[in-house]
């Protein structure tokens, strides 16, 4: 139990970190229910740490009767990673780097939390622990539908906001998609004790 809580602490703060401090100074979303709370963010004004929890709900209900150790780990994810987001708010503008190289450092970083979770079957969000789930189900790297899911969301948001900018948020996804696709697919080294 406190293998997976540090990995949830570490994933979770990563998002925080990506997020915040590379992506928000932006306006760029990020997929899933992490962009979806984005657009709430920038289109009404609401806490985007606290949207994100509420907007998982539907989806750890649906775990909840699938996969209940899904949910359990993926539930303490989400959570964790809504905190933190809202904790490391002030990371928001600390950084002066270019639209490009904010975007490729964040999403590194968003990267490698969401892979790490991953690959411990843990979920930072609804959207991920859905992809899981589906994963789980069709044998698709659970990347690449993260990748197909998060597309629509930044198209939605391409078409609400009408910002152009926003195609950075498609190389945010490709990156976070490829580095989750990665860290998921490694093999696993078991060591066998006497």
């Not at 984005?38 to 994100?52: I, W």
Request: no cysteine; net charge positive; charged share 10%.
């Amino acid at each position: 139990m406190l293998k997976k809580l540090a990995i949830i602490g570490f994933g979770s703060t990563m998002l925080g970190i990506g997020i915040n401090g590379f992506i928000l100074p932006f306006h760029l979303i990020n997929g899933g229910i992490f962009g979806i709370s984005l657009l709430v963010k920038y289109l009404l004004g609401f806490k985007a740490g606290l949207t994100f929890i509420l907007l998982n709900i539907p989806v750890y209900m649906f775990a909840y009767k699938s996969n209940r150790m899904y949910f359990y780990n993926g539930l303490l994810g989400a959570v964790l990673s809504g905190v933190m987001i809202e904790l490391l708010l002030p990371l928001n503008g600390r950084f002066h780097l270019s639209i490009l190289s904010s975007v490729i450092v964040g999403s590194i970083i968003i990267g490698i939390g969401v892979g790490v979770m991953l690959r411990n079957h843990i979920s930072p969000g609804g959207m991920d622990l859905l992809a899981l789930l589906i994963s789980k189900w069709s044998k698709i790297n659970v990347g690449v539908i993260m990748v197909v899911m998060d597309g629509m969301i930044i198209l939605t948001g391409l078409v609400l906001l009408q910002n152009t900018r926003l195609l950075y948020s498609l190389l945010v996804i490709s990156i976070v998609g490829l580095l989750a696709t990665i860290i998921t697919s490694y093999p696993r080294v078991h060591s066998n004790t006497l």
